[in-house]
């Protein structure tokens, strides 16, 4: 009998020295991996929240929401450039098509594009002027061939009115049966005083004789830098109508938003709007000079968002980047816009929005350089690259994918204001990608964090 035992117990001895032995080689392995610093998996992890901002170096965002697809126009100052996107969360982070440039011509400085459906047609109203000269500033419009906002688009020429005055950001209201546009007008040339413009559209390049002043800047916040009203934005909500403006100088931090509502029953007329009497948005939490909204619906139609444009960092000027949050509405069925969230903040998707980017960390960082693996399929992904840029200025990066260099990465500068985002698209291989950043000269001022990717 213990013959027998011995017998029976012998392979369940080495069974349990072969697990030992098993064990002992994963764990050896897993420590392996740690010292290495091929930790977080190549597989990343799916994002269910996203931050700021959504492109860089962009202006006076337009934001249309058409047959499932966002669609943002915004100043590129050469051309007229539309992105496309299935998220609101990927909004400008793809490559544009230019629907529109001057050419041979002798338009320059095109300004604050806005994408309107008329009728069965796209219009898109701009701002432009002669050679580079901003006196000539006037307003023109493009009209699509066919019913596919990307165009093609025709060439209309300039809105014309009886005045003929400098005239800036464009924007078309819908009232009862006509159609008006606003704008942001001088009413001479000696007088640089922005004002906010209404008149009746009798064509898409002919405006009824009978402008009228919506607003004139008069408060200290609208003021205290330079005089100016000008990038309005209609707002519906139920039946009422709002206008959402920005006053102060752009290039300053004391840019903001302002709102006017529409109170009467004709809107040619001034007093048929009411001005609240302080900023509705403005410079909070590290985030300076916000101005020039847009607004859009989540996916499922049920949350309220605000995109918008704000220095990229404090006193950058005229170098801007585009943001976007939620906003509510006050029991009376007015906007609350708050403050801006902060530039770190994490935030939820947009209601009904799908997580669509996976988020990895850092594989290996060396003295010099920083790696990601990335487990992906055969594909071009859009990539985010979230970084802080504490240079005191603009800087680039060299990096590759699977030891090929990719054309460099650009950062502006954070300076305290938390990170930001670099994008750009990549091309990537099935299986295991790396991805090398290569942290050196002034670029080592650069750190950075994770990266994140999405099919394009």
Not at 42 to 64: I, M, R
Not at 192 to 211: E, F, G
Not at 336 to 357: N, Q
Request: glycine share 10%; net charge positive.
């Amino acid at each position: 009998m213990q013959t027998e035992k011995r017998i029976l117990d012998g392979p369940r001895r080495n069974n349990r020295a072969r697990r030992r032995a098993l064990i002992g080689i994963a764990l050896g392995g897993w420590l392996l991996a740690l010292t290495v610093g091929a930790s977080p998996a190549a597989s990343g992890k799916l994002a269910t929240t996203f931050e700021n901002p959504l492109a860089v170096n962009g202006a006076d965002p337009y934001v249309v929401r058409y047959q499932g697809y966002y669609y943002l126009t915004m100043t590129t100052g050469d051309n007229v450039t539309l992105w496309r996107a299935r998220w609101l969360t990927e909004l400008g982070a793809g490559p544009g098509r230019v629907v529109w440039s001057p050419g041979t011509g002798n338009l320059a400085d095109v300004w604050s594009p806005e994408l309107h459906r008329i009728g069965r047609r796209w219009d898109i109203y701009f701002a432009a002027d002669q050679a580079g000269n901003n006196a000539t500033h006037r307003i023109y419009v493009l009209q699509s061939a066919g019913f596919n906002p990307l165009g093609p688009y025709h060439f209309q020429g300039m809105v014309h009115d009886r005045a003929n005055q400098w005239a800036i950001d464009p924007t078309v209201l819908d009232y009862r049966g006509s159609r008006y546009l606003i704008w942001s007008g001088w009413l001479s040339p000696k007088n640089h005083v922005q004002h906010l413009m209404i008149d009746r559209l009798l064509s898409p390049t002919r405006l009824a004789p009978n402008a009228s002043i919506l607003t004139t800047p008069v408060y200290s916040w609208e003021t205290s830098v330079a005089p100016i009203n000008e990038g309005p934005v209609v707002l519906r909500h139920g039946r009422r109508i709002f206008i959402v403006y920005s006053a102060n100088a752009s290039w300053t931090d004391q840019y903001c938003l302002g709102l006017i509502t529409l109170v009467g029953t004709h809107p040619l007329r001034p007093q048929a709007w009411k001005k609240t009497p302080h900023p509705v948005f403005q410079s909070a939490h590290g985030i300076y000079g916000p101005g020039h909204a847009s607004f859009a619906t989540s996916e499922n139609g049920r949350q309220w968002w605000i995109i918008y444009h704000a220095a990229a960092y404090r006193g950058s000027g005229w170098t801007r980047v585009i943001r976007a949050q939620p906003f509510t509405w006050s029991p009376q069925g007015v906007p609350e816009f708050h403050a801006p969230v902060p530039a770190d903040a994490s935030l939820a998707l947009p209601a009904g929005e799908p997580p669509t980017r996976t988020t990895y960390g850092p594989s290996a960082r060396g003295a010099n350089d920083v790696v990601f693996r990335v487990r992906a399929r055969a594909g071009t992904y859009i990539l985010w690259v979230r970084y802080r840029n504490t240079s005191g200025g603009t800087t680039s990066q060299s990096w590759m994918v699977n030891g090929t260099y990719e054309p460099a990465l650009t950062y502006l500068p954070t300076n305290g204001q938390g990170s930001s985002f670099a994008m750009t698209q990549v091309t990537l291989r099935t299986g295991v990608n790396h991805l090398r950043f290569l942290e050196a000269g002034a670029a080592v001022s650069a750190r950075i964090a994770w990266i994140q990717l999405a099919l394009g």
